[in-house]
């Protein structure tokens, strides 16, 4: 859609996009460029008009982004797994992974399963060599209790810079294989090959 906009609304379009990326709640998360184009261009195709088509991306992003679910203090965050790894002991890193993961709900709610759900997983899918995390949130910080080789490629997909950077963090202190990656799966599907999604 946005390719055959006429100069005038090209400007239009740019303009809208600039709103969004400049407003309070979303400039630190430096989104993708993809998905902020993506999200406006749907809804210009539904509400043509300007202010109604920006309440629109606004709301999806706040869905999107979710940070009504909980976010960590990323620099605190970092700097705290980098003492538990510093120290050498699991129960440290450990008890480091779960603050994180009890730091947002989708991933609070799963810290009961963590004791199990890997391994049974892992029975009916085999342990993994190369894993897809998809929109993974804050679920890296599962790794502790995936029982995954270190050379088993992890790659953890989301569009929120700042989580990404610390996950990518974690798993130079972990000695994962693997990165994470700031890319929305939706506009931008991963292309390679995993045993896992």
């Known amino acids: 859609m946005v390719e055959s906009l006429t100069e005038p ?3 239009l379009f740019q303009n809208l996009l600039g709103e969004v ?9 430096d989104l993708p460029e993809e998905t902020l184009h993506d999200l406006l261009a749907q809804a210009l195709t539904r509400q043509p008009n300007p202010k109604a088509a920006l309440k629109t991306v606004r709301e999806k992003l706040h869905n999107i982004v979710a940070p009504y679910l909980g976010d960590p203090d990323y620099a605190a965050a970092a700097q705290r797994l980098t003492d538990a790894y ?3 002991q ?3 890193i450990k008890s480091a992974c779960l603050e994180l993961l009890g730091a947002h709900a989708s991933t609070r709610e ?6 199990e759900i890997y391994a049974r997983l892992w029975q009916v899918t ?14 890296p910080f599962s790794l502790p209790w995936m029982g995954l080789a270190a ?4 790659y953890a997909f989301d569009i929120h810079t700042p989580r990404v950077g610390l996950i990518n963090h974690f798993f130079q202190l972990a000695g994962q294989a693997g990165k994470a990656l700031v ?11 995993a045993d896992v999604a």
Do not use: F, W
Request: aromatic share 4%; glycine share 8%.
């Open 9 to 11: 609304n090209e400007i």
């Open 21 to 29: 990326r400049s407003s309070r709640k979303y400039r630190g998360l």
């Open 86 to 88: 510093a120290t050498g």
């Open 90 to 92: 699991e129960i440290d």
């Open 110 to 115: 799963r810290i009961p399963l963590l004791a």
């Open 126 to 139: 085999g342990k993994p060599e190369v894993l897809l995390d998809l929109a993974c949130g804050l679920h």
């Open 151 to 154: 050379q088993a490629e992890y």
């Open 183 to 193: 890319q929305d799966i939706l506009v931008q599907p991963p292309r390679m090959k």
